[in-house]
């Protein structure tokens, strides 16, 4: 495979000029402990990189004024063009309306789960013409009403500039439209007539909206229903119990031929497979992907734009993987694997062009490049841009998946990084635990982790354990996390602290617990339950009081009142049925018994986790002498979005760990 790299000299002066003047730009570290924090978490270069679909144009977004906005690259005459300029949010969610206009959102606070506020939505040409403001929930908030969001869906390959959406104009459902993105103006809805509270639809290839989900929060009850095209009535294929795991089936796609229905689900077994489902018979067919260790819930199947034919199915194991069905992209995949070793080589084809493809190479030392693959009339890859440059990849830590043992029998997911400058033996150990919790950490992150890295960086090992209750392990690894806030979902992190001390890793008096959100919740609680343990512990965005968490509504702002409590309360506790239970498990109720240091930060506009948590947190812990820095973050909500604060944070966390585990 033939290298080459003229859209790395084209790109490469134009993004230094957007993000920093060459004399402002810091000496190429030689140590990764010399690497600044500001280099670890400033925004990167690139990100959200794609193809148009005829695979003439490239869009991204890139850092301009400390904001997100859309970078496009003609690739015949390599010159790129911002074509927005917001100041104030941040544009994410790019989406190809053909090969002259993009649909894209922005959004004001990204969270630590990697959620966002949107702010609206919008459509643009590509030379940056004819924006159109095709939603906008700020406006809607301002008002006092409740704000419409839009989702892209399908292309309509028609030569128009109109996309297929999704939008929730109906309270707690939604429909799908066809749009005009220039005018902005509604031309048809696809599902006026679909079942009351649906909140999911599958079209098939001709783009009609052939089944759909809706739950009856009344009656607690999930359906999924199918017709046979446009004119013909609903008719019920299959109902399970609200949130019930075990009965469970997710609707995915149509494969070709327009009538079979892939699905997933975990029906008789812990793992969730992909199946087919026959629509007339109403019941489950072949399987066609499965995995021993993780659920495969089918969002990453992969289908010919063309012939409509699947492709390959992309899943997180323990790394990121795909299984091509496609012998072509098969052959493609083993000859990028080759000529990048070591790495984890994601390929995105142009919709409409097979022959051009990006490649997205990265591992848990890379932060990660993108490639322009071209297959014809030779076979040639071009290194576009690194999307943290500054990062020397042979500088990082191994970051490496391990499990063990938690004090019950059950098998613990866990990530380690060692620092790659030391013995390996009797390390300092910070134990990074994921928020939700019902989520993965390696989710979203396509470069282990800038955190994983930095700590490392500092000399420190790092754990980030998936205990019970995180999701993709299985049903039993869910749902054994039940009501186990601070329980034994608090004991599976210990026990992987410990499981390294007798590894000789770590140092039992060297440890520190870190984390947001849940995490941030689980290291308060950590230090409750295990005063004499752990040294420290850096908790921010944390959810300190359950009583106060299961009975706020705006502790989660994409849920309504009847969903917050439908989660809430079977998986964390009912504030009447289990108010000992929470009130026991709550760090703000339960302070007098932390003996370690403790640096706590919150956001001020935070709604996920409003800042009363932190207000009852820091004054319990004064009254209990606890000893505490304090810091509220003025305009930032579930996490830091501003540079300035997310490097003033990591330096205060560089600080306050250098202090506490000497």
């Known amino acids: 495979m033939r290298f080459l790299a003229p859209l790395l000299i084209a790109l490469a002066p134009f993004l230094a000029a957007a993000q920093t003047s060459a004399k402002s730009a810091p000496a190429q570290a030689t140590k990764a402990s010399e690497i600044t924090v500001e280099t670890f978490f400033k925004r990167p270069e690139l990100s959200e990189m794609s193809l148009s679909p005829d695979g003439k144009t490239l ?39 053909n090969d002259k206009r993009l649909f894209f959102r922005v959004v004001e606070a990204r969270d630590v789960l990697g959620n966002a506020r949107r702010r609206g939505t919008y459509a643009i040409d590509i030379n940056g013409e004819n924006l159109r403001n095709l939603s906008d929930g700020g406006r809607a908030e301002q008002a006092g009403k409740r704000a419409v969001e839009m989702d892209p869906v399908r292309r309509t390959d028609d030569g128009t500039d109109d996309l297929i959406v999704e939008m929730d104009q109906r309270f707690e459902a939604v429909d799908i439209f066809r749009i005009d993105t220039k005018t902005g103006r509604t031309r048809e809805n696809l599902t006026l007539d679909a079942p009351a509270d649906t909140d999911g639809f599958v079209l098939d290839w001709k783009k009609v909206p052939r089944i759909a989900t809706a739950s009856d929060r009344r009656k607690g009850i999930t359906t ?3 017709r046979e095209d446009m004119k013909s009535p609903w008719v019920a294929l299959y109902s399970y119990p609200l949130g019930n795991e075990a009965e469970r089936i997710e609707p995915i796609a149509f494969n070709a031929d327009n009538q079979t229905l892939f699905v997933a689900s975990n029906i008789g077994r812990d793992k969730a497979a992909i199946y087919t489902y026959d629509t007339k018979a109403k019941k489950l067919g072949d399987v066609i992907l499965e995995h021993p260790m993780i659920d495969v819930w089918g969002r990453g199947m992969r289908f010919d734009n063309t012939t409509h034919k699947l492709l390959g199915v992309s899943f997180l194991a323990e790394s990121e993987t795909t299984i091509w069905v496609d012998a072509d992209l098969r052959k ?8 990048l070793p070591k790495k984890i080589n994601q390929l995105i084809r142009a919709s409409n062009n097979p022959d051009r493809l990006l490649v997205f190479s990265w591992s848990d030392s890379d932060p990660g490049r993108y490639y322009l693959l071209t297959l014809k009339p030779a076979v040639k890859m071009e290194l576009l841009l690194p999307t943290r440059p500054e990062i020397n990849p042979a500088l990082m830590s191994e970051r490496k998946f391990i499990t063990y043992k938690a004090r019950d029998g059950l098998e613990i997911p866990a990530w380690l990084t060692i620092p790659k400058e030391s013995t390996g033996k009797n390390l300092p150990l ?46 039993k690894h869910l749902t054994l996390g039940y009501k186990q806030w601070g329980r034994t979902m608090q004991d599976d992190i210990t026990d992987g602290a410990l499981h390294l001390v007798k590894e000789g890793i770590a140092d039992k008096k060297r440890m520190c617990l870190y984390g947001a959100s849940y995490g941030g919740y689980a290291t308060l609680q950590g230090l409750v339950r295990e005063p004499d343990l752990f040294r420290c512990g850096v908790s921010f965005v944390a959810v300190t009081d359950l009583v106060e968490f299961v009975t706020t509504n705006e502790a989660d702002y994409s849920m309504s009142k009847v969903d917050f409590s439908e989660l809430m309360y079977p998986q964390v506790g009912d504030p009447k049925k289990d108010y000992d239970l929470l009130v026991a498990n ?32 820091r004054s319990a812990m004064e009254d209990a002498g606890v000893k505490n820095e304090y810091i509220v973050y003025a305009g930032e909500g579930h996490g830091w979005n501003k540079d300035e604060n997310n490097f003033d944070w990591y330096k205060r966390v560089e600080k306050f760990l250098a202090e506490n585990l000497k």
Not at 64 to 83: A, H, M, S, W
């Open 586 to 617: 709550s760090p703000a109720r339960n302070a007098k018994k932390i003996k370690a240091p403790v640096l706590l930060a919150m956001g001020q506009i935070d709604v996920r986790v409003p800042l009363e948590h932190g207000r009852r947190m």
């Open 430 to 475: 910070v134990v990074n635990i994921h928020g939700g919790p019902w989520l993965r950490i390696y989710g979203g992150y396509p470069w282990g982790r800038n955190e994983a890295q930095f700590l490392a960086s500092r000399g420190y090992a790092v754990l980030e354990p998936e205990p019970r209750a995180s999701s993709g392990f299985g049903r």
């Open 224 to 226: 999924i229903y199918h």
């Open 332 to 339: 493609v995949q083993a000859q990028v694997d080759a000529s």
């Open 59 to 97: 869009a991204a977004l890139t850092s301009v004024k400390g904001r997100n906005n859309i970078v496009v690259v003609d690739l015949e005459n390599r010159k790129p063009q911002v074509i927005t300029s917001f100041e104030q949010y941040d544009v994410a969610g790019i989406f190809w309306v």
